[in-house]
């Protein structure tokens, strides 16, 4: 039910819809399940404010019970040009 | 002497053992292969061989191929009911001599080049890396594996087991502890100059050269590999870069590691039990070619609460090279004992304590050594216990190590994996040490010193055989 979800040491990490870059995992189904993407995303504490559902997950793992919801506006790339 | 060139001929001998569940059922990769995994580790069940993962039609997983003793105990090509002493005794065998050359095979003798993929069509989201446990910070492609890199001076080569994490379709991430072999070459020679360090990551090993890529000898991994099979080790030259990997292998990624960029990686069930090391930025793996054997089988070690193999073999191998160093020095010692349910963090040692202080200077020369970070606890026991009886050491330390007297207390190196550590330790490697001293001191008069109270040590012989002679008649069980 999830589609993405994101590592955080603190909730108040995530500003609420503000556009923000943020390194998530992509959840949907398939073999590129998990694998991470950076983007410039909203993010709200209202599961219903933006058309995608957010996992918050904390440092040892541990889910958050309450989802968040998430509009992604692009990817951005933050791997040094020269590696690519 | 007895080894296996590759997983598919020690599966097959650990299938004649009955030592082996071939899973035909889909399983998903997602959790479900690995609390399989976890599982048969917990149990110490049958290794299990998972020939049909979802979404990876063609791939194999073999879990928990190292996780007990008699699986060791086959690798070194034992009967699998060895005790843990005759274990050591084998591998001791085959780490002392002369270390053969590896050999280089050409391409062509190779499985692990069966099938080659570069440049855009490599991505790392087609081998089946599971998502080990709930929670982790990603799916782990090298849980059971082993990554070969050349020193950029000496040109050393090392094998060392470092997790890998799948980031996305082309890179990996892991962590490189800063004193570990590899660490020095990245930390010390290649991040200080800004230049990249080429990788192969071998994923499903042979069980020799696995065990070697995890031991802590001094003997470079792929000559200690040949020493233990008696013969050279095969290995052939990468596809992109200037190194050789082990020819029988299920599949090799090959790549660069890079000096001056770090991505998060974590969290993730370690060898201590726990999720402890935290989220962080960690070294960074940039992959340009994968090569596979038809029908490739991924290897995945589950770490948990014990036994997995890396508690095993590390506590194994840890121990021998302990005990290798206090008989270099002349120490009088009966043996070394790691538990593995320690998760190598404990130290038995048996001594025949003939001078004062002999535990301070047993642990002060392992906490010392290059492995002093992997464990925090020296419990030293007179020559009267025997150190792999766990009800006997357990004895002597409750009953024997004065509280203020036997216990010493270091500071010394330890590993952000401690879960006991604080978070400042954890960040800067601190490691605190401790001594259990469970030898009564030898300036006590001889007469004063506490009598055991067993069977064997307080009756006559003579009693004891008339005892033992009748007892099965009795109706007690022999034992
Ligand atoms: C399953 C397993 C996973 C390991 N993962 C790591 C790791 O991620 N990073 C690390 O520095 N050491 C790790 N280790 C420990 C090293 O493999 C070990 O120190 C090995 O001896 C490497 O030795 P070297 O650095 O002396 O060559 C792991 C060991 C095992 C058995």
Same mark, same amino acid.
């Given at each position: 039910?999830?589609?993405?979800?994101?590592?955080?040491?603190?909730?108040?990490?995530?500003?609420?819809?503000?556009?923000?870059?943020?390194?998530?995992?992509?959840?949907?189904?398939?073999?590129?399940?998990?694998?991470?993407?950076?983007?410039?995303? #909203?993010?709200?504490?209202?599961?219903?404010?933006?058309? =995608? #559902?957010?996992?918050?997950?904390?440092?040892?793992? =541990?889910?958050?019970?309450?989802?968040?919801?998430?509009?992604?506006?692009?990817?951005?790339? #933050?791997?040094?040009?020269?590696?690519? | 002497?007895?080894?296996y060139?590759?997983?598919?001929e020690y599966i097959a001998a650990l299938e004649k053992n009955?030592d082996?569940?071939?899973?035909? +059922?889909?399983?998903?990769?997602?959790? +479900?292969?690995?609390?399989? *995994?976890?599982?048969?580790?917990?149990?110490?069940?049958?290794? /299990? %061989?998972?020939?049909?993962?979802?979404?990876?039609?063609?791939?194999?997983?073999?879990?928990?191929?190292?996780?007990?003793? /008699?699986?060791?105990?086959t690798?070194?090509?034992?009967?699998?009911?060895?005790?843990?002493?005759? &274990?050591?005794?084998?591998?001791?065998?085959?780490?002392?001599?002369?270390? !053969?050359? !590896?050999?280089?095979?050409?391409?062509?003798?190779?499985?692990?080049?069966?099938?080659?993929?570069? $440049?855009?069509?490599?991505?790392?989201?087609?081998? !089946?890396?599971?998502?080990?446990?709930?929670?982790?910070?990603?799916?782990?492609?090298?849980?059971?594996?082993?990554?070969?890199?050349?020193?950029?001076?000496?040109?050393?080569?090392?094998?060392?087991?470092?997790?890998?994490?799948?980031?996305?379709?082309?890179?990996?991430?892991?962590?490189?502890?800063?004193?570990?072999?590899?660490?020095?070459?990245?930390?010390?020679?290649?991040?200080?100059?800004?230049?990249?360090?080429?990788?192969?990551?071998?994923?499903? /090993?042979?069980?020799?050269?696995?065990?070697?890529?995890?031991?802590?000898?001094?003997?470079?991994?792929?000559?200690?590999?040949?020493?233990?099979?008696?013969?050279?080790?095969?290995?052939?030259?990468?596809?992109?870069?200037?190194?050789? *990997?082990?020819?029988?292998?299920?599949?090799?990624?090959? $790549?660069?590691?890079?000096?001056?960029?770090?991505?998060?990686?974590?969290?993730?069930?370690?060898?201590?039990?726990?999720?402890?090391? /935290?989220?962080?930025?960690?070294?960074?793996?940039?992959?340009?070619?994968?090569?596979?054997?038809?029908?490739?089988?991924?290897?995945?070690?589950?770490?948990?609460?014990?036994?997995? +193999?890396?508690?095993?073999?590390?506590?194994?191998?840890?121990?021998?090279?302990?005990?290798?160093?206090?008989?270099?020095?002349? &120490?009088?010692?009966?043996?070394?004992?790691?538990?593995? +349910?320690?998760?190598?963090?404990?130290?038995?040692?048996?001594?025949?304590?003939?001078?004062?202080?002999?535990?301070?200077?047993?642990?002060?020369?392992?906490? $010392?050594?290059?492995?002093? @970070?992997?464990?925090?606890?020296? *419990?030293? %026991?007179?020559?009267?216990?025997?150190?792999?009886?766990?009800?006997? *050491?357990?004895?002597?330390?409750?009953?024997?190590?004065?509280?203020?007297?036997?216990?010493?207390?270091?500071?010394?190196?330890?590993? @952000?994996?401690?879960?006991?550590?604080?978070?400042?330790?954890?960040?800067?490697?601190?490691?605190?040490?401790?001594?259990?001293?469970?030898?009564?001191?030898?300036?006590?008069?001889?007469?004063?010193?506490?009598?055991?109270?067993?069977?064997?040590? &307080?009756?006559?012989?003579?009693?004891?055989?008339?005892?033992?002679?009748?007892?099965?008649?009795?109706?007690?069980?022999?034992?």
């Amino acid at each position: 039910m999830y589609n993405y979800d994101i590592f955080v040491k603190e909730l108040d990490e995530l500003k609420e819809d503000q556009e923000m870059e943020l390194q998530v995992r992509d959840l949907a189904p398939g073999i590129h399940k998990y694998a991470y993407k950076w983007v410039k995303a #909203k993010v709200s504490a209202n599961p219903d404010t933006y058309p =995608q #559902k957010l996992q918050i997950r904390f440092g040892r793992g =541990q889910a958050y019970e309450n989802a968040y919801s998430i509009q992604v506006l692009g990817e951005v790339n #933050k791997f040094p040009q020269k590696y690519l | 002497m007895k080894y296996y060139k590759d997983n598919r001929e020690y599966i097959a001998a650990l299938e004649k053992n009955n030592d082996l569940v071939r899973i035909k +059922e889909e399983i998903d990769w997602d959790m +479900e292969a690995g609390a399989i *995994v976890r599982k048969v580790c917990e149990d110490k069940a049958p290794s /299990p %061989v998972m020939e049909n993962i979802k979404d990876y039609p063609g791939h194999r997983y073999f879990g928990a191929p190292i996780a007990t003793y /008699p699986r060791l105990a086959t690798v070194l090509g034992l009967d699998p009911n060895s005790s843990i002493p005759e &274990i050591a005794d084998e591998y001791l065998k085959r780490t002392k001599g002369n270390p !053969p050359a !590896p050999k280089i095979l050409d391409k062509s003798e190779a499985p692990c080049k069966e099938n080659i993929i570069t $440049g855009n069509d490599v991505d790392l989201l087609k081998l !089946p890396a599971p998502m080990v446990h709930e929670g982790d910070g990603g799916r782990y492609l090298g849980t059971w594996h082993f990554i070969v890199a050349k020193d950029p001076d000496n040109g050393d080569v090392n094998w060392g087991m470092y997790r890998t994490m799948v980031y996305d379709s082309k890179t990996m991430v892991g962590p490189v502890l800063p004193f570990s072999d590899m660490g020095k070459m990245l930390h010390g020679k290649c991040a200080p100059r800004g230049k990249t360090l080429p990788f192969a990551m071998v994923i499903g /090993p042979d069980p020799i050269s696995a065990i070697a890529s995890c031991a802590p000898s001094s003997i470079p991994e792929p000559e200690l590999a040949g020493l233990m099979m008696g013969e050279s080790v095969e290995l052939v030259k990468c596809e992109t870069c200037d190194l050789e *990997v082990p020819a029988h292998a299920e599949i090799i990624i090959e $790549g660069e590691i890079l000096p001056d960029f770090q991505l998060d990686e974590a969290p993730f069930g370690e060898y201590t039990g726990y999720r402890t090391s /935290p989220r962080e930025p960690r070294t960074v793996y940039r992959v340009n070619c994968i090569t596979y054997r038809n029908d490739p089988i991924t290897t995945i070690s589950n770490m948990g609460v014990p036994t997995d +193999e890396g508690q095993l073999l590390r506590s194994f191998s840890l121990g021998l090279e302990l005990e290798k160093l206090l008989r270099s020095q002349g &120490i009088p010692i009966t043996g070394v004992f790691m538990p593995p +349910e320690s998760t190598h963090h404990m130290m038995v040692v048996g001594v025949k304590p003939i001078y004062s202080n002999i535990a301070a200077q047993i642990a002060q020369l392992a906490f $010392g050594s290059k492995l002093g @970070p992997w464990f925090h606890q020296v *419990v030293v %026991v007179d020559d009267s216990i025997d150190i792999y009886n766990y009800a006997e *050491v357990f004895h002597a330390f409750t009953t024997r190590c004065h509280p203020k007297d036997g216990i010493h207390v270091w500071d010394g190196v330890g590993t @952000p994996l401690n879960p006991f550590a604080t978070k400042f330790e954890r960040t800067w490697s601190k490691g605190p040490k401790v001594l259990f001293d469970c030898t009564f001191p030898v300036d006590w008069d001889k007469n004063d010193l506490p009598r055991l109270v067993s069977f064997k040590t &307080i009756y006559p012989q003579d009693i004891q055989e008339k005892v033992l002679a009748r007892w099965a008649d009795w109706g007690f069980n022999r034992k």
